[in-house]
Every structure is written in C-alpha cells, then in structure tokens.
C-alpha cells in the first residue's frame, strides 16, 4: 500500500519552469519505480518520464527530452519531476505513480505496469 501527493503545481508564463514533488508514504518508495503521466485537455493519460528504482534508469518521451528532469530522494520518500522551458502543450493535469517491478533497473513506460497513482495536480503554461 502506498499513498502519493503531487503537489508544485501552478500557472507559468510560455519558457517558464516548475518542479513538481510527488511525496510518498506507506511501503518502501525505494524498492520501486517512479513514473510521472499527465492528462492533456481532451486527452488520455499519457506517460511522460519514469525512473527506476535504484535511481539509476530514466526515461522520457520525446515531447519533454532535454527539458525536464526526474530524480528521486529516497530518504525523504520524494520523487521530483523538474519542468524546465515549459511550453503551452505541456498544459495538463500531472500524476505520480509507482510501480511495483522487480528489476531496479527497468523503467516502467506502460500505465498498466503502474499499481498506486497520486490525484494529480494541475500545470498551466499561458503564451
């Protein structure tokens, strides 16, 4: 059983940045992977950036490479998503979620690989 909280989210200007937190508590957030997914205006949920649980494997979806960041302090039972050059498209409701795989090494990419979800918390880029 786990419990996450997103929080950091807000409304930012076109090139802006934001860093979203997702606090965990419940079983060992450090034994699993990290993922962050958004929910776009008339869209699915879709998986942004995920790593692994030894910290070590990240991955992002092509939308965000080379402008956000994940990373995770495990003794705080933290996860970070930073959010750098923020762009109108990246508007959109933004979910944490852990993954109960094994392997510290994989990143989860699916949302059916996902076994606990935060309520989300919304990000609005203006032009």
């Known amino acids: 059983q786990v419990e996450l909280v997103e929080s950091g989210g807000g409304l930012v200007q076109a090139g802006d940045s934001l860093r979203l937190s997702c606090s965990a508590s419940?079983?060992?957030?450090?034994?699993?992977?990290m993922g962050w997914f958004r929910r776009a205006p008339g869209q699915e949920r879709e998986f942004v950036s995920g790593?692994?649980?030894?910290?070590?494997?990240?991955y992002f979806v092509d939308a965000v490479k080379g402008r956000f960041t994940i990373s995770r302090d495990d003794a705080k039972n933290m996860g970070y998503l930073q959010m750098n050059s923020l762009k109108v498209e990246d508007t959109a409701i933004y979910l944490c979620?852990?993954?109960?795989?094994?392997?510290?090494?994989?990143?989860?990419?699916?949302?059916?690989?996902?076994?606990?979800w935060g309520q989300g918390t919304q990000v609005t880029v203006s032009s």
């Open positions: 979620a852990v993954s109960f795989q094994p392997d510290p090494w994989v990143v989860p990419t699916n949302l059916g690989s996902y076994d606990y």
């Open positions: 419940g079983r060992t957030f450090s034994s699993f992977a």
């Open positions: 790593i692994s649980g030894s910290g070590s494997a990240v």
